[in-house]
């Protein structure tokens, strides 16, 4: 199947939806329907960026661009856009890290809004929204007033499809395969939307049901000390496996001489993860040196829900704007571990020694209402104003309901093995953070114009948090005693764009703002939790206060042709108030060796890079219907920690997607391929260093029109069985760390084999 899709030939593109709307940023107004789905099903053209006009510098891609690969989730479509990457295992792609950076740097927005996620981070994983929704995907990579302002690496709007974006209805119907076995595994990806007139209004209506599959295996080897003597080995089955689904509908209508707008979506994941793996001692893998035999299972549901209200209408000498938003998030995880041990007396394997079963139950529920009322109106010489109030209510409660561990010594044959004993009571509220309630009023006002070729934007935003944080961390079994915390502040967030077009196929894009990142929820809690990294206790900090950055961006671009563009932008963050782990001068629960870490604000940093990004059509080569591809990002940071200098954690130092796609109108066919390079990553925390390295990543997609309203793709995804390398340094304590006296040396080598999909869809 791989030599299959790397000859291929296939078919022109799909569109289901207009192609661009003739504004774009999170507060653009659709346009209305460009054309009948008929009439797009095969264009002959490549999708390529689109070239927005927007003051603040924002890249904006089409389903278009994404769909042809035929990507599962946002996060497979993100894939292909400048300076994302991800930390994620093989196959996965979950938490955004726009510019190499922590995924709490970076905003996810959904139609210009907010979206609660179930990380103490704040951030959202965007595998959890497949990409059937997608109308549009836009980066914006400086902050503008009218937005939330926590976005110190930038901001990921997820526009989805609307009543304005399609005319006429689709149904898809595909097949995916992965090569875990020996006969392969299957699934199944469905879907239908339909969009058009409705009484008064215009109606869009769509559901989408998809497998989705992610088998690894992993394999570890430990050494006492770099180059030294192996202490074991581990063989890992790593597979997860789930459904998600997901509705969706929009209805736009005229009401009292305004433009109303609601809007929803759900999408609930249903995922099993299934770990299973064989520790041998001294790295000889047979059975006389089998220890531990480890069966871990995740059983996870989670269900995301959106709706949106908008009405718009000219009043008081402009427009203004009323919304009113719920959003929440409703994750429960039920965990489930059993572990043998072996070696623990001269028998070996089959007879165990000792059983250790562990089962939690972990329930986050995070609901978000939000309103906001703004008003835009012009004023003398071409000079506009916009302002207006933001407001934001969070309610979240996260509860591990029970957990409980049971553990027995097993004796040796000929006596039977003991039964399992039930699970003891349930016992709730164990695991720290109880509630949370979050209330943040931010007013901005904002001003631009346009002037001969220049156009600019100026604002001022004011962001008030006001957190409660309630919980406890009482062992099982113990009185529940209850801690609430209270975390103000308040940040004055000043920014400006400006745009100048040099010539006809020239523009400049200069921008400054100071933006902000929110404390992660656990961190707040003053409470001490025993032992809860590694042997060492944590405490929170009720103190901390926000990371605020100053930033710049300075981009040139340049248009190519009739639709082709290339880019090149510098940016520059200053980040001050940075959040890092501490270790405090106190011993930890478990006695001498042990400590007790913290966190607190300390210092600085600095992260800067190149972002490189081409998307063009070969026209001006007289090859019309060939479309390339080319993104590149430098990224680079600087953090000083008890060690000396370091990147920011986490952020690769570069990342490369380049690919083309080519139509063959008189056959109705198409071809492309899409290659992706991810740099090396390190991280250093207390007593701890990791390394990590991806391995490329290919596609390949051939497409066939069968009909005049019916097309099929076949695509195939990670060809290149892409692998996933960390080193991991492990040391005591902290002073074991500077002196590198290893407590353990480890080398994790995760690999997967390629998915393939046909998929087939039919315009009505």
């Known amino acids: 199947m791989k030599t299959m899709l790397l000859l291929g030939a296939a078919i022109a593109p799909l569109a289901f939806a207009m ?3 003739a504004q774009s940023g999170p507060n653009a107004d659709p346009q209305g329907p460009v054309t009948s789905l008929e009439e797009v099903i095969v264009t002959g053209e490549p999708a390529m960026r689109n070239r927005t006009d927007d003051v603040a510098p924002t890249l904006s891609y089409d389903r278009e661009y994404f769909q042809r690969f035929e990507p599962l989730t946002v996060g497979d479509a993100l894939k292909r856009v400048p300076s994302v990457t991800f930390l994620s295992d093989v196959l996965e792609s979950d938490g955004v890290r726009l510019r190499g950076l922590d995924p709490g740097y970076t905003q996810i927005l959904i139609n210009g809004e907010r979206v609660p996620g179930a990380g103490v981070d704040r951030s959202f994983f965007v595998d959890r929204i497949p990409a059937e929704l997608i109308e549009r995907i836009e980066v914006v990579r400086s902050s503008s007033a009218n937005r939330s302002g926590d976005a110190i690496a930038g901001a990921i709007n997820i526009v989805l499809r609307d009543a304005l974006s399609l005319d006429g209805g689709y149904v898809r119907l595909g097949a995916l395969h992965w090569e875990d076995s020996e006969y392969g595994q299957w699934g199944g990806t469905y879907g239908a939307v339909w969009g058009g007139q409705a009484g008064p209004g215009r109606l869009l209506i769509g559901a989408n049901v998809q497998d989705r599959r992610n088998p690894k295996d992993k394999y570890s080897v430990r050494y006492d000390e770099p180059g030294g003597t192996i202490q074991n080995t581990e063989v890992q089955t790593d597979v997860r496996d789930g459904t998600d689904y997901s509705a969706n509908a929009s209805y736009d209508v005229e009401v009292g001489g305004g433009d109303l707008r609601l809007s929803g979506a759900f999408v609930r994941t249903d995922r099993y993860q299934d770990e299973d793996s064989l520790e041998y001692e001294d790295g000889i893998e047979d059975a006389a040196h089998l220890s531990i035999v480890n069966d871990n299972d995740l059983d996870i549901r989670t269900d995301n829900l959106s709706l949106g209200a908008r009405y718009e209408h000219d009043m008081f000498g402009g427009e203004t704007v009323f919304k009113l938003g719920y959003a929440s998030i409703d994750d429960s995880q039920y965990e489930f571990e059993g572990e043998s041990e072996y070696l623990r007396d001269a028998v070996i394997f089959p007879d165990e020694d000792r059983y250790t079963l562990d089962s939690t139950t972990t329930d986050i529920t995070d609901e978000e209402i939000s309103g906001a009322i703004q008003h835009e109106r012009d004023l003398s010489d071409g000079v506009a104003m916009e302002f207006g109030v933001q407001w934001n209510q969070k309610d ?3 509860l591990i309901t029970d957990t409980t561990r049971i553990r027995f010594n097993v004796p040796n044959a000929p006596a039977p093995r003991p039964p399992v004993p039930a699970f003891g009571p349930s016992v709730a509220g164990i695991g720290g953070i109880a509630t949370i309630e979050e209330t ?10 346009e002037r001969g070729a220049m156009k600019w934007e100026a604002g001022l935003r004011y962001e008030t948090t006001d957190t409660t944080v309630t919980g406890n961390t009482n062992e099982a079994g113990d009185p529940v005693v209850m801690e609430t915390t209270e975390n103000d502040y308040g940040f004055l967030l000043p920014s400006a764009s400006l745009r100048v077009d040099l010539t006809e196929s020239d523009r400049l894009t200069v921008s400054v703002a100071r933006t902000v990142r929110r404390p992660n929820f656990d961190a707040l809690s003053p409470a001490t939790l025993e032992e809860e990294r590694g042997d060492n206790d944590f405490r929170g900090n009720p103190d901390l206060q926000p990371e605020s950055a100053w930033g710049a961006d300075i981009g040139i671009e340049h248009r190519i042709g009739r639709r082709g563009v290339v880019g090149l932008n510098a940016f520059y963050r200053d980040v001050t108030d940075l959040i890092e782990d501490i270790t405090l001068a106190e011993q930890g629960s478990g006695g001498a060796g042990t400590f007790v870490e913290s966190i607190d604000n300390v210092g ?27 993104n590149a990002s430098w990224l680079d940071s600087n953090v000083e920690d008890a060690l000396g200098e370091r990147r920011f954690n986490s952020q690769s130092d570069y990342v490369v997607n380049l690919g083309f796609t080519h139509d063959i109108p008189t056959w109705g066919a198409a071809f492309g391929a899409s290659y992706r390079k991810q740099g090396d990553a390190f991280s250093r925390v207390w007593a701890e260093e990791t390394e990590t390295r991806y391995g490329a990543d290919l596609e390949v997609f051939l497409e066939k029109r069968l009909f005049s309203n ?23 304590d902290q002073a074991d760390q500077i002196a590198r006296d290893y407590d353990e040396y480890e080398i994790e080598t995760e690999t997967a084999g390629p998915v393939y999909q046909l998929v087939m869809r039919v315009a009505f």
């Open 440 to 449: 943040r009023i931010d007013p901005y006002v904002m001003f631009s114009g």
């Open 396 to 398: 979240r409660d996260s």
């Open 710 to 732: 019916t097309v099929i793709r076949l695509t195939g995804s990670n060809l290149l069985d892409s692998s996933k390398d960390e080193v991991f340094d492990k040391f005591a």
């Open 19 to 21: 192609p661009a709307l």
């Open 604 to 630: 600085e940093g600095q992260v800067y890079g190149i972002e490189f990004d081409l998307s063009t059509p070969l026209d001006f080569m007289g090859m019309e219907t060939t479309g390339v591809f080319l």
